[in-house]
């Protein structure tokens, strides 16, 4: 990939809680090395008046997909945490494998999964997680409002206490709903997959990524899912900015 005209166009996707602001380094990174790079504010982060859920979420990026794949671009999605299943979600129809037998231009091409959390058609984030591992915030009025301390400590380990504090006191609040919202599209039967795996997550465990990759396998018709394991904690974006890049780069070919 010696040229910009070959690299494919990146989305990356946040997690939850997470404002795009906590990515837009990493964005600019990939740009900086020859990428189309754009990233979604997701729906679900931050209050609004009626509480949008992981539909929505999928629909804003399935939009941004839709419209670079119309234009003939290969996509490739970067979704991080809770981004992993609204990434699932919003590549139904989306796929480049399903875009050519419709005749169409351009599609997505891979998904780099950031210790993200994938479910089984039919399930949701609550489902992936075991009873008592989603335990650092509290719902009220329909949002989950998170325990910064309790936050900091897990999330952001690889950081001082005080760094980790800092990053969590700037996460707004998530809609709850988006949190039991079931996928309905394996986008991993279509599309080729990469995880970046954080060895050292105290949230989306090993265990927990582990179990997650072999259910993907479980619907890939033999394919295996590419993994990319890394030292590091939850938030990699604001420990281990430049090994998200890496990694990235390791995936789509532009670097050994």
Same mark, same amino acid.
Not at 85 to 97: F, M, P, Q, T, W
Not at 114 to 143: C, I, P, R, W
Not at 245 to 253: F, I, N, P, T, Y
């Given at each position: 990939m010696s040229s910009t005209t070959t690299k494919p166009s990146i989305i990356v996707i946040p997690g939850s809680f997470t404002p795009l602001a906590f990515w837009v380094p990493i964005i600019a990174d990939l740009k900086a090395h020859g990428y189309d790079a754009h990233g979604i504010e997701l729906e679900t982060v931050g209050r609004r008046d009626k509480a949008p859920g992981l539909y929505d979420d999928a629909a804003k990026v399935a939009a941004l997909a839709s419209r670079l794949a119309d234009e003939g671009r290969d996509v490739v999605l970067v979704p991080h945490s809770y981004g992993g299943i609204v990434a699932c979600e919003a590549s139904k129809g989306l796929a480049k494998s399903v875009?050519? $037998?419709?005749?169409?231009?351009?599609?997505?091409? $891979?998904?780099?999964?950031?210790?993200?959390?994938?479910?089984?058609?039919?399930?949701?984030?609550? +489902?992936?997680?075991?009873?008592?591992?989603? +335990? &650092? &915030? #509290?719902?009220?009025?329909?949002?989950?409002?998170? +325990?910064?301390?309790?936050?900091?400590?897990?999330? &952001?380990?690889?950081?001082?206490?005080?760094?980790?504090?800092?990053?969590?006191?700037?996460?707004?609040? #998530?809609?709850?709903?988006?949190?039991?919202?079931?996928?309905?599209?394996?986008?991993?039967k279509d599309v080729a997959v990469s995880y970046l795996f954080c060895e050292h997550d105290k949230l989306v465990t090993p265990e927990v990524q582990n179990k997650i990759i072999a259910a993907m396998e479980s619907e890939m018709a033999g394919r295996r899912v590419e993994r990319h394991l890394v030292r590091s904690d939850h938030a990699i974006n604001a420990s281990h900015p430049k090994t998200v890049v890496e990694v990235v780069r390791k995936a789509l070919g532009d670097v050994e």
């Amino acid at each position: 990939m010696s040229s910009t005209t070959t690299k494919p166009s990146i989305i990356v996707i946040p997690g939850s809680f997470t404002p795009l602001a906590f990515w837009v380094p990493i964005i600019a990174d990939l740009k900086a090395h020859g990428y189309d790079a754009h990233g979604i504010e997701l729906e679900t982060v931050g209050r609004r008046d009626k509480a949008p859920g992981l539909y929505d979420d999928a629909a804003k990026v399935a939009a941004l997909a839709s419209r670079l794949a119309d234009e003939g671009r290969d996509v490739v999605l970067v979704p991080h945490s809770y981004g992993g299943i609204v990434a699932c979600e919003a590549s139904k129809g989306l796929a480049k494998s399903v875009r050519e $037998r419709e005749g169409k231009p351009g599609g997505i091409v $891979r998904i780099i999964f950031v210790t993200a959390v994938v479910g089984l058609e039919g399930q949701s984030v609550k +489902d992936v997680f075991a009873d008592g591992e989603l +335990d &650092f &915030f #509290h719902v009220e009025a329909g949002y989950m409002v998170m +325990d910064a301390a309790s936050s900091a400590a897990v999330a &952001f380990s690889d950081l001082s206490p005080e760094e980790g504090l800092a990053w969590a006191s700037k996460m707004p609040d #998530h809609s709850a709903i988006s949190f039991t919202q079931s996928l309905t599209y394996g986008a991993y039967k279509d599309v080729a997959v990469s995880y970046l795996f954080c060895e050292h997550d105290k949230l989306v465990t090993p265990e927990v990524q582990n179990k997650i990759i072999a259910a993907m396998e479980s619907e890939m018709a033999g394919r295996r899912v590419e993994r990319h394991l890394v030292r590091s904690d939850h938030a990699i974006n604001a420990s281990h900015p430049k090994t998200v890049v890496e990694v990235v780069r390791k995936a789509l070919g532009d670097v050994e």
